[in-house]
């Protein structure tokens, strides 16, 4: 196992065992450092299939990663309306880079530009629907899930690190049913558990938890 491995994996379970039972209820704490954790894998990817370095197997790797998580982390912290893009556009870049991937397609600009697509899609989408609490819940809950999952297939040597290339729901897809099943059973129990937790008087993420709003 190397070091880089450890790192993400325990980074992806506890960013996302936070994320997936209080992604609605610790929204303004929690989605800076999943917005971190995003950028980090997304900056990665880049490096890999942009500039032909290794996934978190260089400086520029960890470079692109680190700088574009910690910009992602700040905006969605001060900036409400960022936070939202972030939010569905995040989830929607990693379904989008994932899917085609497993479809067969090669890593590189191709598949980037897909994800970017996609997550634009899901970032105007959350955006126009006002943020409902259910969204949130639900895109918390089953993206944290994923993350966790990775996070312990990497740390037991069941899945190499360099496929979270494909993304968090891309390296589940093309590792068989048992990572796919316990994301769903998570996802789901992740849910609930926001569920119960939500008052009945809530309807959307407040806008006046940011520092600009």
């Not at 936070?18 to 954790?37: D, M, N, R, S, V």
């Amino acid at each position: 196992m190397s070091i880089e491995g450890i790192i993400i994996g325990l980074l992806a379970i506890g960013i996302g065992l936070a994320w997936a039972f209080y992604g609605l209820k610790l929204f303004t704490i929690l989605l800076p450092l999943w917005a971190f954790f995003f950028g980090l894998l997304a900056g990665a990817q880049w490096g890999a299939d942009i500039f032909g370095q290794g996934f978190f197997a260089s400086v520029l790797s960890w470079g692109i990663g680190l700088v574009f998580g910690l910009v992602l982390a700040a905006v969605s912290y001060f900036w409400y309306y960022a936070a939202i893009v972030i939010l569905g556009g995040a989830v929607g870049y990693a379904l989008g880079v994932g899917f085609f991937e497993w479809l067969g397609f090669d890593p590189g600009v191709l598949i980037v530009i897909i994800g970017l697509i996609v997550g634009a899609v899901f970032a105007i989408a959350t955006f126009l629907l006002g943020v409902p609490i259910l969204l949130v819940m639900a895109l918390s809950a089953f993206s944290g899930a994923a993350a966790v999952v990775n996070g312990v297939l990497i740390l037991f040597g069941q899945i190499k690190l360099e496929e979270l290339r494909a993304g968090i729901f891309g390296s589940l897809l093309a590792n068989g049913w048992i990572g796919l099943i316990a994301f769903l059973v998570l996802g789901v129990v992740a849910l609930f558990w926001q569920l119960r937790d939500v008052g009945s008087a809530v309807t959307s993420v407040e806008r006046s938890s940011y520092r600009y709003a």
